[in-house]
Antibody, heavy 120, light 106 residues
Framework: EVQLVESGGEVVRPGGSLRLSCAAS????????MSWVRQTPGKGLEWVSG????????GYGDSMKGRFTISRDNAKKSLYLQMNSLTAEDTALYHC?????????????WGRGTLVTVSS | DIQMTQSPSSLSASVGDRVTITCRSS??????LAWYQQKPGKAPKLLLY???RLESGVPSRFSGSGSGTDYTLTISSLQPEDFATYYC?????????FGQGTKVEI
């Protein structure tokens, strides 16, 4: 089955760190760029970060630059998001998403998300 | 950053109705727009890309149009399984940005 399954979300204190993972299955992972998109009731969907197929090109949303690091391990068919200096505003459901094979940055496959809660 | 504004934020409709959702961008671009559907507790699902191109497997009652700053998602005859929240997304320039969503309710 073609799917993305996120993990690693939990409750973390402000200023803390967390690493999210996304396991891909059912498709050739290293054929695709990948992204993280987060979702909150208040702000809706927000693009967090993206990475190209081999990991040598990455991009970040404005509020994530310098705090978040995206990476991937094609041998393990996995995507990661290292999040540091977390604040309450990072509380969200974090989705892993596959970038369409055309190279245009819309997302043709999503995971159901992993919940990150930043709270003291 | 390009701001995407959807309208309405919610609407009530009945099975069989024609439904139109609008997405307006703060900057003009040519067709670099996607539409997604999300049901509670589920992952978003791609419906259309390049403003009007239907993703494989998506019913033909969904259609998209527009250019420049104004884009539209139309459901020609609303079905029970279409009650969900719909989002637009521009992929013209980084950071990729989404509309705030339109909830379609019974």
């Amino acid at each position: 089955e073609v799917q993305l399954v996120e993990s690693g979300g939990e409750v973390v204190r402000p200023g803390g760190s967390l690493r999210l993972s996304c396991a891909a299955s059912g498709f050739t992972f290293d054929d695709y760029a990948m992204s993280w998109v987060r979702q909150t009731p208040g702000k809706g969907l927000e693009w967090v970060s993206g990475i190209n197929w081999n990991g040598d090109t990455t991009g970040y949303g404005d509020s994530m630059k310098g705090r978040f690091t995206i990476s991937r391990d094609n041998a393990k068919k996995s995507l990661y998001l290292q999040m540091n200096s977390l604040t309450a505003e990072d509380t969200a459901l974090y989705h892993c998403a596959r970038v369409d094979s055309s190279g245009d940055w819309y997302f043709d496959l999503w995971g159901r998300g992993t919940l990150v809660t930043v709270s003291s | 950053d390009i701001q995407m504004t959807q309208s309405p934020s919610s609407l009530s409709a009945s099975v069989g109705d024609r439904v139109t959702i609008t997405c307006r961008s703060s900057q003009a671009f040519s067709n670099s727009l996607a539409w997604y559907q999300q049901k509670p507790g589920k992952a978003p699902k791609l419906l259309l890309y390049a403003a009007s191109r239907l993703e494989s497997g998506v019913p033909s009652r969904f259609s998209g149009s527009g250019s420049g700053t104004d884009y539209t998602l139309t459901i020609s005859s609303l079905q029970p399984e279409d009650f969900a929240t719909y989002y637009c997304q521009q992929f013209y320039s980084v950071p990729w940005t989404f509309g705030q969503g339109t909830k379609v309710e019974i």
